[in-house]
């Protein structure tokens, strides 16, 4: 298991940005396939964004991709998720997740951060 801490949320305007952080610790982090996914109220956790144990490889949600930019940084232990031009259907709470190949399902992702709130105003 690695141990996950998202940071970043926050309430922003429609068309506005933010970036999400989230640390990894206790693994060695280049071991690991990395993902957002993200769960609103009243819905299922979905697929946001994935990203290779090297950082080669890159996936986007339809809903968010040509928005959204997913990096990592493994010698911080770090990845990031930047979202532009944020619609108010991205409100959501956002959760990192580290699993041992890259995929865009939450069940092949092991560990998982807290959760932090995405909130986009209209």
């Known amino acids: 298991q690695v141990q996950l801490v998202e940071s970043g949320g926050g309430l922003v305007q429609a068309g506005g940005s933010l970036r999400l952080s989230c640390a990894a610790s206790?693994?060695?982090?280049?071991?690991?396939?990395m993902g957002w996914f993200r769960q609103a109220p009243g819905k299922e956790r979905e697929f946001v964004s994935t990203?290779?144990?090297?950082?080669?490889?890159?996936s986007y949600a339809a809903s968010v991709k040509g928005r959204f930019t997913i990096s990592r940084d493994n010698a911080k232990n770090t990845v990031t998720l930047q979202m532009n031009t944020l619609k108010p259907e991205d409100t959501a709470v956002y959760y990192c997740?580290?699993?041992?190949?890259?995929?865009?399902?939450?069940?092949?992702?092991?560990?998982w951060g807290q959760g932090t709130q995405v909130t986009v105003s209209s």
């Open positions: 990203i290779s144990r090297g950082g080669g490889v890159t």
């Open positions: 997740a580290a699993g041992p190949q890259w995929s865009t399902r939450p069940a092949d992702f092991g560990s």
């Open positions: 206790g693994r060695t982090f280049s071991n690991f396939a």
